[in-house]
């Protein structure tokens, strides 16, 4: 586990204030420690009573049926999670509460009340139907950030039909093959979005995608932009023109609990995209109450989750979390610094927002700025602070908390990923100390486990280990979409039993997890997940390129930043020019979020006599070491690795 190491400086508590305490929905160390054990205990009993909060068209025979890795979770029980999202609200005052809130990055404003996006949510399902889409089916919805995505996420649900989401920073290969592993039958679009000002040709993308796939049968196109955009008679269509010929009224479809709700592919240690598998009952369930307690979400709440969509953070907590809660939650379209980098402010003082959550990757910009930027807002809005996706650093903890949060605010830094649904790790805000770069304690129901290689659970307080999770919780993926061996070998075949992260960790002696990052070979670039074979392919793709090797190296504002070496063949010679085309390469082939860092040309690899490129080799040269520490006997040439280094 040569990965997991990490050092932390910090060694200061922050303690929420009693304000926040005394109105908190969990106001106690012993009340966390009470339903904590409750859960573990008693599963059943615990998460029964949570999912009877919601509303179920019929109730399930059992809670939890079977362990890891295929536990079903309100077994014979049917509910509808667009159904709980809007109708449970509309039937109450917050008919006429603001549900999605959404600026545009030119600075076009939408609001829709619950009543408003209930009845647009019927209205696409009817669209939906009369395309022939069917409980099952596979719908991808390849959108800006605007209201629309969230529209046809719930009326996919709505009718049973699968939705995949693809960001829209992804290139038109990246979509190809997330249609393709899917077999989608319809693709929702729109002609463009906004990022910086440019417009980025979405339907160009998706048409050039469909070049290579040949299940879509009709797209839907949202006029965003109003750019010229090119047009398949027959099978493309305008949104809004659908929309007009429909009803207002389509039914919830009462589904089983366990029958899938979406995919969402996302990078592992091979070179193709997993499409995670979530399924309706569990992850409603774990998702609504995560919100609620992990947000402290009130109904006053004005909350603002900064994710996109195209990413698990936007699914559960831009849209599905905060609805199910029938809460305000707003929505983004752009980049945090257009027109300047105080949009965000902006935004929260604008709209009154209280609670807002976003990405270490953001903040590090942020404080990069400088703080004259959120010192001309009020930013007195604000009651609570949260972070995802990567490790925050102390040093952006602070900031977060003293500039955003003015001290005032609680922080939570919660840890989690596309595979386990919802929120995994993370203090409560009104009842946990919080620690500068330590995620917190486990959440309800979940079972975290610390195992060393030989898979015993590591039980020295700050030992670094592989996360692992132990006993099932209800958001927890279901299976890998067409690859149930690959769902088993990815995810429980490293430690017999458990479900595996990635990650490594260590725990702290008062049980406060340290996520140490990755220890597989998946990248997190700025708060983005990629694999590096996935690059490596894209490299080596290029024809001038023999060999490549992707490793992360750190980085002070990404987390992670890209580095390739790349073997040229015969014929091809090291050239700056190609330098930059191997990059903008990658950028085309995956999309910009992966374009690399840093290409640097090697005559060879490091290998193992067996052939294994040895990347812990090159994640060191990549950082600039000039030791090499480590078992290097292995190498086949060990010429390799001093060139490598001379080249840096
Ligand atoms: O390495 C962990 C990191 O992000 C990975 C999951 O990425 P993804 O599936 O894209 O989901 C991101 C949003 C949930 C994890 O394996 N990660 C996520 N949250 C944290 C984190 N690392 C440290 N601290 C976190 N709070």
């Known amino acids: 586990m040569d990965r997991i190491e990490g050092v932390l400086k910090e060694e200061r508590v922050f303690y929420p204030s009693e304000e926040f305490r005394s109105k908190a929905h969990i106001k106690s160390e012993e009340e966390y420690q009470r339903l904590y054990e409750e859960s ?138 997330r249609i393709r592993d899917a077999e ?74 366990e029958e899938p709700l979406f995919i969402l592919y996302t990078s592992g240690s091979t070179g193709k995209p997993k499409g995670v598998l979530h399924t309706l009952g569990g992850y409603m369930t774990y998702v609504y109450l995560t919100t609620k307690l992990v947000f402290d979400l009130k109904d006053e709440d004005v909350y603002w989750c900064t994710a996109d969509v195209g990413w698990i953070t936007g699914h559960s907590y831009v849209v599905y979390g905060p609805l199910l809660n029938g809460a305000t939650t707003v929505m983004y379209e752009g980049a945090p610094n257009w027109p300047e980098p105080d949009r965000f402010w902006q935004i929260v003082d604008k709209y009154g927002v209280n609670i807002l959550y976003t990405a270490p990757t953001a903040i590090r910009a942020f404080m990069k700025w400088g703080e004259g930027w959120p010192l001309k807002h009020r930013l007195d809005s604000l009651r609570l602070l949260g972070t995802v996706g990567e490790p925050i650093n102390p040093e952006a903890w602070l900031w977060y908390y003293q500039v955003i949060g003015k001290g005032r605010c609680p922080i939570v830094d919660t840890w989690w990923q596309t595979e386990t649904g919802g929120i995994m790790i993370t203090t409560l805000p009104g009842v946990h100390p919080m620690k500068p770069g330590h995620a917190g304690k486990p959440f309800f129901g979940v079972r975290p486990e610390i195992l060393d290689s030989e898979h015993r659970p590591v039980e020295n307080p700050d030992e670094g280990g592989h996360l692992c999770i132990t006993r099932p919780w209800p958001s927890m993926l279901r299976t890998v979409w067409g690859d149930p061996d690959r769902f088993l070998q990815q995810y429980f075949s490293q430690h017999p039993g458990s479900y595996f ?131 290097t006997s292995t190498l086949e040439d060990h010429r390799v690795v001093e060139r490598l280094k001379e080249g840096a």
């Open 501 to 631: 992260t990635g990650d490594g960790a260590r725990r702290d002696k008062e049980g406060y997890y340290l996520i140490l990052g990755r220890v597989d070979d998946v990248l997190n670039v700025a708060g983005h997940r990629l694999g590096t074979m996935e690059i490596e392919s894209a490299l080596v793709s290029h024809p001038a390129v023999a060999e490549a090797a992707v490793v992360g190296r750190p980085d002070p504002l990404k987390g992670e930043a890209i580095v390739a070496f790349v073997t040229l063949k015969e014929g091809y010679a090291p050239s700056e020019a190609l330098r930059d085309e191997l990059k903008a390469h990658v950028a085309k082939v995956i999309g910009p979020i992966a374009r690399p860092d840093e290409v640097r040309f090697t005559e060879a690899l490091p290998k193992t006599r067996s052939g294994k490129i040895m990347r812990r080799l090159l994640r060191q040269i990549a950082a600039g070491e000039k030791e090499i520490k480590g078992d």
């Open 184 to 257: 989608a039958k319809v693709l929702i679009t729109a002609d463009g979005g906004y990022r910086r000002g440019q417009v980025v040709p979405l339907k160009q993308n998706a048409d050039e995608a469909l070049k290579e796939v040949s299940t879509v049968e009709h797209v839907v196109v949202v006029r965003r932009t109003g750019e010229e955009v090119p047009w398949t008679p027959g099978r493309d269509h305008w949104w809004h023109e659908l929309m007009e010929a429909v009803s207002d009224r389509a039914e919830a479809e009462p589904m089983e609990a």
């Open 40 to 177: 573990l205990k008693d599963p059943e009993g615990f998460w029964g009573r949570v999912a009877s909060e919601l509303h179920w068209f019929e109730p399930w025979q059992k809670v939890l049926e079977g362990d890891l890795p295929h536990a079903k979770w309100f077994v014979g029980g049917k509910t509808n999670l667009s159904y709980n999202a809007l109708d449970r609200h509309v039937k109450t005052w917050r008919r006429n509460k603001a549900a999605l809130v959404w600026e545009g990055e030119p600075g076009e404003e939408r609001v829709l009340t619950y009543h408003d996006l209930w009845r647009e949510v019927q209205k696409f399902a009817n669209v939906l139907k009369r395309l022939g889409v069917k409980k099952g089916d596979r719908v991808t919805i390849y959108l800006p950030m605007i209201p629309e995505a969230a529209i046809a996420m719930l009326a996919c649900t709505r009718i049973g039909a699968i939705h995949s989401v693809v960001f829209g920073g992804f290139s038109s290969g990246a979509l190809a093959e």
